[in-house]
């Protein structure tokens, strides 16, 4: 059964945000949201030598004016995992 990731609650029940990460701190590969999947897929590597330096995602329920779902980005001392 494949999870619809992108329509997981904007918010818990405390009135929080949820975000799905997609690339975690550290990262040296940009995965992507795949709907029809209903997964985390490999989107590409990034040039040698760089990493994303926070956890990148977007707030599952929201749509921005591209269309997809808003972009986030997560500061933390750790990274997630997605």
């Given at each position: 059964m494949a999870l619809d990731l992108e329509?997981?609650?904007?918010?818990?029940?405390?009135?929080s945000f949820r975000v799905v990460v997609e690339s975690p701190r550290g990262s040296g590969v940009k995965f992507k949201c795949?709907?029809?999947?209903?997964a985390?897929?490999?989107?590409?590597p990034l040039i040698s030598g760089l990493v994303y330096p926070f956890d990148w995602g977007f707030v599952p329920?929201?749509?921005a004016a591209d269309g997809?779902?808003?972009d986030?980005?997560?500061l933390s001392n750790q990274p997630a995992f997605p």
């Open positions: 329509n997981i609650p904007t918010r818990n029940s405390t009135g795949e709907p029809a999947l209903g985390i897929a490999f989107e590409r329920g929201t749509r997809n779902p808003v986030v980005l997560v």
